[in-house]
Antibody, heavy 121, light 113 residues
Framework: QVQLQESGPGLVKPSETLSLTCAVS?????????WGWIRQTPGKGLEWIAS???????YYNPSLESRVTISVDTSKNQFSLKMGSVTAADTAIYYC??????????????WGQGTLVTVSP | DIVMTQSPDSLAVSLGERATINCKSS????????????LAWYQQRPGQSPKVLIY???TRESGVPDRFSASGSGTDFTLTISSLQTEDVAIYYC?????????FGGGTTVEIK
């Protein structure tokens, strides 16, 4: 059974960098499949941020691409998100997820429980 | 970006009655080379993360009760709960994975009448 667990600071100051990690268990990231980050806010709902393949191939939401980096660490079976120059608008629940199959163009079949990140001085 | 529009925003249905949720995409989600619609439906119960119910527009996820069904093609899709149960109280989202950026509908809240 695939399990994903997000971790990272719950509070980030404006203009700083948000850093989150998703630890994967029950499935080897190196086996393939895409892994992604999605966030949820009351105002904008669910917003896909980025996805990455174990080899490092990435896809980004163009609206966030200039501030976001997604990376993978196969030795630790985890992947990460960095978002720079954060503002209050980046306050959200951040989820990590696994695409269903080996391609990017599949639904998000497994989700972590989510972690709340608040951007505040 | 493909805009996903759900309707209604919310609905209240009596236990055992049918609930129907609509989702419309601003562009066709049908990939003609494989005849697949790149659309999924998710359920988010209070305090939980989203959970996939349906993918490829009509394929039920393993373990999902058969009271959940979905249909549609191209730009118009429907999720139906044939006999509403208390555990179905949730927000339901459609999502397209046809093109970047992946986008979600605004959600439909289902409550018990």
């Amino acid at each position: 059974q695939v399990q994903l667990q997000e971790s990272g600071p719950g509070l980030v100051k404006p203009s700083e960098t948000l850093s989150l990690t998703c630890a994967v268990s029950g499935f080897s990231i190196s086996s393939g499949h895409y892994w992604g980050w999605i966030r949820q806010t009351p105002g904008k709902g669910l917003e896909w941020i980025a996805s990455i393949f174990y080899s490092g191939n990435t896809y980004y939401n163009p609206s966030l691409e200039s501030r976001v980096t997604i990376s993978v660490d196969t030795s630790k079976n985890q992947f990460s998100l960095k978002m720079g120059s954060v503002t209050a608008a980046d306050t959200a629940i951040y989820y990590c997820a696994k695409h269903r199959d080996t391609g990017f163009d599949y639904d998000l079949a497994y989700w972590g429980q989510g972690t709340l990140v608040t951007v505040s001085p | 970006d493909i805009v996903m529009t759900q309707s209604p925003d919310s609905l209240a249905v009596s236990l055992g009655e049918r609930a129907t949720i609509n989702c419309k995409s601003s562009q066709s989600l049908l990939y003609t080379s494989n005849n697949k619609n790149y659309l999924a439906w998710y359920q988010q119960r209070p305090g939980q993360s989203p959970k996939v119910l349906i993918y490829w527009a009509s394929t039920r996820e393993s373990g999902v009760p058969d009271r959940f069904s979905a249909s549609g093609s191209g730009t118009d899709f429907t999720l139906t709960i044939s006999s509403l149960q208390t555990e179905d109280v949730a927000i339901y989202y459609c999502q397209q994975y046809y093109s970047i950026p992946l986008t979600f509908g605004g959600g439909t809240t289902v409550e018990i009448k």
